[in-house]
């Protein structure tokens, strides 16, 4: 008897863990779904992100009204004539009101996190690619190499120019550092003639549209692309 009695209250809290587990998951998924749509909306993104909530039970952080350790990832996000790409958001602390993530409405407050993204090589050459100049670009260890083809009088000779990138405000300028014609390493200057008769426009890039509070300040070249990172201010986002 006491035997079938433990195998019952056994039986018992496994099906009481598996309903928790479920309900935490169900509200969960709810929850996540509501705000990567109301993000999508309140920051003009072509497709709802991906949020990732860490930091143990979901429903324990909702009855509480503080998530911990939230991940958003995006696609895409425009950033005037080039796209970030693969972007993901870290905010270390959420605060949700209980009434919204029954349905309410109310306000989400974010803290202050990071960002980081990539720009890829195609964009950024597309960019200054003025007319019929094609400009190539691809890593050169720390730095890019940026290939083109000049007209050297009647000759079409191979130009490329090393350039390291840097922010510049709002801009990602392209520093020349180095310079080849043909293969011989010839001054920046001549490099700058043969480009400004070819109709180059320069090395600066805007990155405009970028959504409020995100503060784009650090780059790393990588292979496919330059990896751009900053910071997420604090913000505020209405939840109708």
Request: glycine letters at 12%.
């Amino acid at each position: 008897m006491a035997r079938s009695r433990l195998i019952r209250l056994l039986v018992t809290v496994v099906a009481l863990g598996v309903i928790l587990v479920a309900g935490d998951l169900a509200a969960r998924s709810y929850a996540t779904g509501r705000f990567a749509g109301e993000l999508r909306s309140a920051y003009d993104l072509p497709a709802d992100p991906t949020v990732t909530v860490a930091g143990g039970s979901f429903l324990w952080q909702a009855v509480r009204g503080r998530f911990d350790d939230v991940t958003v990832d995006v696609g895409q996000m425009p950033a005037g004539k080039v796209t970030l790409r693969d972007v993901r958001v870290r905010i270390p602390e959420v605060d949700v009101p209980l009434g919204v993530l029954v349905g309410g409405s109310g306000t989400v407050d974010l803290a202050a996190g990071t960002v980081r993204g990539q720009v890829s090589y195609a964009d950024l050459a597309q960019q200054v690619s003025p007319g019929g100049l094609r400009v190539a670009l691809a890593r050169a260890g720390d730095a890019i190499r940026a290939t083109t083809t000049v007209r050297v009088f009647t000759l079409g000779v191979e130009l490329a120019v090393t350039v390291r990138p840097e922010l510049d405000g709002a801009s990602v300028t392209l520093d020349p550092v180095s310079a080849e014609v043909a293969g011989a390493e010839v001054p920046l200057s001549r490099a700058e003639r043969l480009l400004e008769a070819a109709g180059f426009g320069g090395w600066s890039i805007a990155l405009s549209d970028v959504p409020p509070h995100v503060d784009l300040d650090a780059f790393q070249v990588a292979d496919s692309g330059v990896l751009v990172s900053g910071t997420l201010g604090a913000s505020a986002v209405d939840v109708d």
